[in-house]
């Protein structure tokens, strides 16, 4: 059974530093993106990052650029999401989705068939 289980969320202080991990289980594919998504209350939900396959693929919303890093090691399990000069407006609940389809990546939650649980990220002094 495919499962995407995240971890590493928790309570920062703000400019503080968490890393977020992303483990995929069950899938027995060999290509397949990972994108990062999060969803604050009250608002819709907004991509944050992916990682294509290979990983040499990238993309990143404006919003997180120069502050996140998303990365996966040669053996593509787990996929991190290293988050630094968190901001109050960071504080979200952060998913990881698979996208089966290829080799590329994009941050459009349609892309993505699979879904965790999800990880609270709350950024607060």
């Known amino acids: 059974q495919l499962q995407l289980v995240e971890s590493g969320g928790g309570l920062v202080q703000p400019g503080g530093s968490l890393r977020l991990s992303c483990v995929v289980s069950?899938?027995?594919?060999?290509?397949?993106?990972i994108g990062w998504f999060r969803q604050a209350p009250g608002k819709e939900r907004e991509g944050v990052s992916c990682?294509?396959?290979?990983?040499?693929?990238?993309q990143y919303a404006d919003s997180v650029k120069g502050r996140f890093t998303i990365s996966r090691d040669n053996a593509k399990n787990p996929v991190y999401l290293q988050m630094n000069s968190l901001k109050p407006e960071d504080t979200a609940v952060y998913y990881c989705?698979?996208?089966?389809?290829?080799?590329?990546?994009?941050?459009?939650?349609?892309?993505?068939?699979?879904w965790g649980q999800g990880t609270q990220v709350t950024v607060s002094s």
């Open positions: 069950g899938f027995t594919l060999d290509y397949y993106a």
């Open positions: 990682i294509s396959s290979s990983g040499g693929v990238t």
């Open positions: 989705a698979l996208d089966p389809s290829g080799y590329g990546c994009i941050v459009t939650a349609v892309a993505y068939s699979y």
